[in-house]
Nanobody, 133 residues
Framework: EVQLVESGGGLVQAGGSLRLSCVAS????????IGWFRQVPGKEREGVSC???????????YYADSLKGRFTISRDNAKNTVYLQMNSLNREDTAVYYC???????????????????????WGQGTQVTVSS
């Protein structure tokens, strides 16, 4: 069974940093694109960043324009883990953050960028990030 477990969320002051982790199990982690999404109650789940999800290149990264260089995505295949480093956090970053996986077919990597939630079939339970003023 595919499982994705997020961790690292919590309460942080504006201007601070957090590093989220997404640990995967139950599938061949290296054969998937991984995305980070976030959602606020009453709003659509929006794409934050993804890895191995752009230009048909494994290891490629992409970020939502609104992040303005504050977030960094990375992965450690040996640990089946994807990270999201979040810096200079502000109140608009408050949300539940989810990681998701999209399987690659026939060795062809996504042209993407893959930040549409409907492209991902497996999801974690989410981790709450709250940024205080």
């Amino acid at each position: 069974e595919v499982q994705l477990v997020e961790s690292g969320g919590g309460l942080v002051q504006a201007g601070g940093s957090l590093r989220l982790s997404c640990v995967a199990s139950g599938f061949t982690f290296d054969d998937y694109a991984i995305g980070w999404f976030r959602q606020v109650p009453g709003k659509e789940r929006e794409g934050v960043s993804c890895i191995s999800c752009k230009d048909g290149i494994k290891g490629s990264t992409y970020y939502a324009d609104s992040l303005k260089g504050r977030f960094t995505i990375s992965r450690d295949n040996a640990k089946n883990t994807v990270y999201l480093q979040m810096n200079s956090l502000n109140r608009e970053d408050t949300a539940v953050y989810y990681c998701a996986a999209a399987r690659v077919s026939d060795g062809v990597w996504y042209e993407g960028p893959l930040l549409d939630r409907h492209e991902y079939g497996d999801w974690g339970q989410g981790t709450q990030v709250t940024v205080s003023s």
